[in-house]
Protein backbone atom coordinates (compact mmCIF):
# COMPACT_ATOMS: atom_id res chain seq x y z
CA UNK A 1 0.00 0.00 0.00
CA UNK A 2 2.60 2.30 0.86
CA UNK A 3 4.38 1.74 -2.52
CA UNK A 4 1.04 2.50 -4.49
CA UNK A 5 0.80 5.52 -2.58
CA UNK A 6 4.47 7.05 -3.16
CA UNK A 7 3.90 6.20 -6.70
CA UNK A 8 0.65 8.74 -7.07
CA UNK A 9 0.78 12.37 -7.66
CA UNK A 10 0.27 15.29 -5.07
CA UNK A 11 -2.78 16.08 -7.87
CA UNK A 12 -3.79 12.50 -7.51
CA UNK A 13 -3.76 12.65 -4.01
CA UNK A 14 -5.53 16.10 -3.66
CA UNK A 15 -8.33 14.52 -6.08
CA UNK A 16 -8.41 11.37 -4.41
CA UNK A 17 -8.93 13.53 -0.91
CA UNK A 18 -11.83 15.56 -2.65
CA UNK A 19 -13.61 12.68 -4.03
CA UNK A 20 -13.38 11.32 -0.67
CA UNK A 21 -14.89 14.81 0.94
CA UNK A 22 -17.54 14.30 -1.18
CA UNK A 23 -18.37 11.25 -0.77
CA UNK A 24 -18.44 11.33 3.14
CA UNK A 25 -20.56 14.60 3.03
CA UNK A 26 -23.62 12.45 1.61
CA UNK A 27 -23.21 9.53 3.96
CA UNK A 28 -26.64 9.66 5.37
CA UNK A 29 -28.45 10.98 2.23
CA UNK A 30 -26.43 7.39 0.36
CA UNK A 31 -28.03 4.94 2.40
CA UNK A 32 -29.56 2.12 0.52
CA UNK A 33 -28.65 3.16 -2.88
CA UNK A 34 -26.29 1.67 -5.19
CA UNK A 35 -23.15 3.05 -6.10
CA UNK A 36 -24.17 4.57 -9.22
CA UNK A 37 -27.13 6.35 -7.56
CA UNK A 38 -24.14 7.84 -4.93
CA UNK A 39 -22.08 9.23 -7.20
CA UNK A 40 -24.89 10.89 -9.43
CA UNK A 41 -25.75 12.78 -5.70
CA UNK A 42 -22.67 14.92 -5.93
CA UNK A 43 -20.46 14.23 -9.29
CA UNK A 44 -22.12 17.61 -11.08
CA UNK A 45 -20.93 19.72 -7.58
CA UNK A 46 -17.00 17.63 -7.81
CA UNK A 47 -16.18 18.28 -11.23
CA UNK A 48 -17.52 21.80 -10.94
CA UNK A 49 -15.61 22.02 -7.73
CA UNK A 50 -12.59 20.06 -9.20
CA UNK A 51 -12.90 22.47 -12.41
CA UNK A 52 -12.49 25.69 -10.98
CA UNK A 53 -9.56 28.26 -12.07
CA UNK A 54 -6.65 26.42 -12.02
CA UNK A 55 -7.77 23.30 -13.17
CA UNK A 56 -9.04 22.18 -16.52
CA UNK A 57 -11.97 19.34 -17.29
CA UNK A 58 -9.05 17.95 -19.64
CA UNK A 59 -6.71 17.80 -16.71
CA UNK A 60 -9.59 16.19 -14.15
CA UNK A 61 -10.31 13.54 -16.86
CA UNK A 62 -6.62 12.51 -17.17
CA UNK A 63 -6.04 12.21 -13.55
CA UNK A 64 -8.96 10.40 -13.19
CA UNK A 65 -8.26 8.15 -16.76
CA UNK A 66 -4.83 7.49 -14.63
CA UNK A 67 -6.39 6.22 -11.13
CA UNK A 68 -7.75 2.82 -11.63
CA UNK A 69 -4.17 2.06 -12.31
CA UNK A 70 -3.44 2.18 -8.59
CA UNK A 71 -6.51 0.56 -7.21
CA UNK A 72 -8.10 3.68 -5.29
CA UNK A 73 -10.13 4.42 -7.70
CA UNK A 74 -12.97 2.97 -10.26
CA UNK A 75 -15.48 4.17 -12.65
CA UNK A 76 -18.69 3.34 -11.91
CA UNK A 77 -20.79 2.80 -14.90
CA UNK A 78 -24.45 2.16 -15.55
CA UNK A 79 -27.21 2.84 -17.43
CA UNK A 80 -29.02 5.99 -15.43
CA UNK A 81 -32.24 6.18 -17.41
CA UNK A 82 -33.09 2.98 -15.43
CA UNK A 83 -31.85 3.89 -12.17
CA UNK A 84 -34.71 4.22 -9.35
CA UNK A 85 -33.76 6.58 -6.98
CA UNK A 86 -35.65 6.30 -3.68
Known amino acids: MLQILNELSVRELALLEMLDGFECALAEE ?3 RNLL ?3 TLFWAN ?3 ERT ?4 SENEL ?3 LARLPRTGCYAEITGDTRTMEVA
Open 30 to 32: SEG
Open 37 to 39: QRA
Open 46 to 48: FTR
Open 52 to 55: RPGH
Open 61 to 63: SGV
